[in-house]
């Protein structure tokens, strides 16, 4: 079992072999590394928001109602944003146990299967986003707050989020798929 700290610096996502699916490949990286700095920035002005929050109640006896829902739209947007990124890395959470016990060949079946399944499974979770957000734009949901920021934002966040980890999930798929075809 690794926590990470025994790690070397990370080597970046895994490249494909199939020349069209390694530049589609590479976009979606670069692409992934601004969501994450946009995420990175936006994580800052959350902690600047609720401090100024606290601050303001606190001292200034001043209510707050815009700080705590933009807080959470904003970490909302952050967890979404991110997913795809750590997924390139293969940073999230595994059970390795199984993994040291098989066979490189069982194992690489393993993942495989593993990785379609979890494309299926974020794929439909895009889909229901998706129409979450669909139905949050049409009907003019906002939130139940005397703020009542429409509830579309986070929804498209969560949506676009999901999308971009299906995205990643596939291109992850397809890379052990043609890759393996190309070794044969």
């Known amino acids: ?29 670069r692409f992934n590394t601004l969501l994450l700095k946009v995420s990175m920035g936006a994580m800052a002005l959350t902690a600047l928001v609720l401090t100024y929050s606290v601050v303001s109640r606190y001292f200034f006896n001043v209510p707050t109602d815009w700080q705590d829902e933009a807080s959470v739209f904003m970490l909302v947007g952050v967890t979404f944003f991110c997913t795809a990124y750590v997924q390139s890395y293969r940073g999230h959470i595994g059970i390795e146990a199984l993994s040291s016990l098989l066979s490189p060949r069982v194992n690489a079946a393993r993942q495989l299967f593993v990785d379609a399944i979890s494309c299926l499974f974020c794929a439909f979770f895009s889909w229901k986003s ?23 934002i986070p929804y498209a966040m969560m949506a676009f989020g999901m999308s971009m980890l299906t995205l990643q999930i596939l291109v992850q798929v397809l890379t052990h798929v043609t890759n393996k075809r190309s070794a044969r």
């Open 130 to 152: 998706w129409t979450l957000w669909h139905e949050a734009w049409a009907d003019g949901m906002t939130t139940s707050s005397t703020f009542a920021p429409p509830l579309w």
């Open 1 to 29: 079992m690794s926590h990470g700290f025994e790690l070397g610096p990370a080597i970046g996502p895994a490249v494909p072999d199939q020349p069209t699916l390694a530049g589609f490949s590479l976009v979606l990286d």
